[in-house]
């Protein structure tokens, strides 16, 4: 079964500090991997998409790597911000899965002052 | 900026009623998902559409919802009667071809049936 995995669920981290969020999938026939964020009661903004060819993608703060061989893909926020508080979302489309978002639960980020 | 639109944004019916919720995707987006996300969950896909067909509806359960994209821009899902597990946020997204290419969300319809 085609599943995408995202651990911790939660996470709360002091202003400033650069961390890492971590999503993988069962398997590494994919098309590509995109994150998203989510705040409370709202829709789902896209942050990066990587392409099943690609090893990693950056805008601003944040850079995403992606490992197909081992199934994994992590988030990287640099230099966190309240404002960046969110649930972050890793999702997948697998080839042969129909052009299907396949999503993780999430991890839900706090940063503090 | 190009959007995906939906509406309404909020919904309470009580159960056994009908609900329906609307989605306008990205002008051009051939690619048209509905989703539904319990509070916790990841979202998870009812119906998707390749312009105005069907390609993937294994998840929707077809007894009390539906779905249609009937010119292949706008698309409506209905739910019919309602039921108090149907209390979820309904999601709808756009791709302009489904595998490989960015996909957008709207804000989706916050549906609390009562």
């Known amino acids: 079964k085609q599943e995408v995995t995202q651990i911790p669920a939660a996470l709360s981290v002091p202003e400033g500090e650069n961390l890492v969020l971590n999503c993988s999938f069962t398997?590494?026939?994919?098309?590509?991997l995109q994150w998203f964020r989510q705040d409370p009661g709202k829709g789902l903004t896209s942050l990066l998409l990587i392409q099943s060819s690609q090893r990693e993608q950056t805008s601003g703060r944040l850079n995403a790597s992606l490992d197909k061989s081992s199934g994994r893909s992590t988030l990287y926020i640099a230099a966190s911000q309240p404002g960046d508080s969110a649930t972050y979302l890793c999702?997948?489309?697998?080839?042969?899965?129909?052009?299907?978002?396949?999503f993780g639960t999430g991890t839900q980020l706090k940063v503090e002052l | 900026e190009a959007e995906v639109a939906q509406s309404p944004r909020y919904k309470i019916t009580e159960k056994s009623q009908a609900v329906a919720f609307w989605c306008d995707p990205i002008s051009g987006h051939a690619t048209l998902y509905w989703y539904r996300q319990i509070l916790g969950q990841g979202p998870e896909l009812l119906v998707q559409?390749?312009?105005?067909?069907?390609?993937?509806d294994s998840q929707l359960p077809k007894d009390r919802f539906s779905a249609e994209r009937l010119k292949g821009v706008d698309s409506t899902l209905k739910i019919q009667p309602a039921e108090l597990g149907d209390s979820a946020m309904y999601l709808c997204a756009s791709s302009l071809d489904g595998g490989g290419t960015e996909a957008f969300f709207g804000q989706g319809t916050r549906l609390t049936v009562v």
């Open positions: 398997d590494s026939a994919i098309y590509n």
């Open positions: 999702a997948v489309i697998f080839t042969g899965g129909g052009n299907k978002l396949t």
């Open positions: 559409f390749q312009d105005e067909s069907v390609v993937d």
